[in-house]
């Protein structure tokens, strides 16, 4: 039967499936990153997860060795991506000028979750031009990618000393540089002290507990490798041991929203977690995301659309937001402004399955099942190559 003749019901028992498949995936993306929301595990304030990749040499280089530096630059980037190569670019210039001063940078390569060699002869030809000084790293198996929970390519981490994330940007819109330059200075104490404190913004990062942080990183590996039973209370643990922190309880309302669909009563635990994740961060796009979710769950479009712009204000390239909203225009009759934001999402991060399998639901709003169809056929694809 062709698929995009399927009747509204077969087209939603498809995308049942195919977002069953996609929760294991999901499960280690809900994080509470800062208002940037380049990445979704990784919060403002916390150390960057660790990794060991191959160059384009073969040598292995660990964010390890990193740690000891003040300043540090980790850039996701794809050929496949238009603006990639311009922040590879630019990244070289401040490597140039800053590097005798003490920054380090590093570009990690997401181009496909089984690079060929035909890949791989593209990165080199795409990198060579530029003449980078710093390493190019190859995340082959894309674990690295969604350790960091990256939602569009490129995306930026600017570490501090110890390799504690200061600020994340997605994207790589034209204000990012200037404002990569000015975090650059301020961390190798290159500003003047005057201009420092004027354009220095205030850390608003929350330092998590001991505790909240172990049974955290513990419930996110447990809800990851497939076993949410286990990790609901390591979460609630984490939530409990410290409040103030978002993370917990954004990823518990995930968690919760997960298991809504066998049991129903979970969507008002959800909502209960992902305000308590408002409360504790009130600028935290995915916290406003996931609370924005869970009304349109209910049927409460209204406050669902309160939520989403909330978010989108915080950061307006954040896909999920993005096609929440796009769902929420094309429920509404705005269909062009709707595909527009589709496009958009899917331009930000073409490779992600579930970004697909989002706009597959946007387009069912739209009442447009061919090209709904279309986008679960290639979320169930780009699933089924991780």
Do not use: C
Request: proline share 6%; hydrophobic share 45%.
């Amino acid at each position: 039967m062709n698929t995009e003749s399927r009747a509204p019901g077969a087209v939603r028992r498809e995308a049942g499936r195919i977002l069953a498949a996609l929760l294991v995936f999901a499960a280690g993306l809900y994080a509470a990153p800062k208002a940037a929301a380049a990445f979704k595990n990784v919060q403002a304030g916390t150390e960057a997860p660790a990794f060991r990749l191959p160059d384009l040499a073969g040598n292995e280089v660990s964010l390890e060795s990193f740690q000891g530096d003040n300043a540090v630059l980790v850039v996701f980037w794809a050929t496949w991506s238009a603006r990639s190569l311009e922040e590879l670019r630019d990244v070289q210039k401040l490597v140039a000028e800053y590097g005798p001063k003490g920054l380090k940078a590093v570009a990690v390569n997401v181009e496909h979750e089984h690079a060929t060699g035909d890949d791989l002869r593209m990165i080199r030809e795409k990198v060579a031009p530029l003449n980078l000084t710093y390493p190019v790293l190859l995340d082959k198996g894309l674990d690295t990618f969604r350790n960091y929970g990256v939602v569009a390519v490129p995306s930026t981490g600017v570490l501090a000393r110890g390799n504690v994330l200061r600020d994340a940007f997605n994207g790589y819109p034209t204000f990012v540089f200037l404002e990569l330059k000015g975090q650059v200075e301020d961390l190798l104490g290159l500003r003047p002290r005057e201009a420092a404190s004027a354009a220095a913004k205030p850390d608003t990062a929350h330092k998590p507990t001991r505790t909240a942080l172990l049974n955290y990183n513990l419930g996110r590996r447990l809800f990851a490798f497939g076993m949410p039973d286990k990790a609901e209370p390591k979460l609630r643990g984490a939530a409990a041991a410290d409040p103030k922190w978002a993370a917990p309880n954004v990823l518990l309302g995930e968690l919760l929203l997960s298991r809504s669909k066998k049991d129903p009563g979970k969507v008002a635990e959800a909502k209960k977690s992902f305000e308590a994740a408002v409360a504790a961060e009130e600028g935290n796009v995915v916290a406003r995301t996931g609370l924005a979710r869970v009304y349109w769950r209910m049927g409460q479009a209204a406050d669902a659309e309160r939520e989403v712009g909330a978010a989108l204000a915080k950061s307006a390239t954040y896909p999920p937001a993005m096609l929440l909203k796009a769902s929420i225009l094309a429920r509404k009759g705005d269909v062009p402004a709707a595909g527009t934001l589709i496009r958009e999402a899917i331009e930000l991060n073409p490779r992600d399955p579930e970004t697909h399998a989002l706009a597959g639901r946007a387009w069912e709003e739209a009442k447009d099942l061919a090209k709904a169809a279309a986008m679960y056929r290639k979320a169930f694809e780009l699933n089924g190559e991780r």
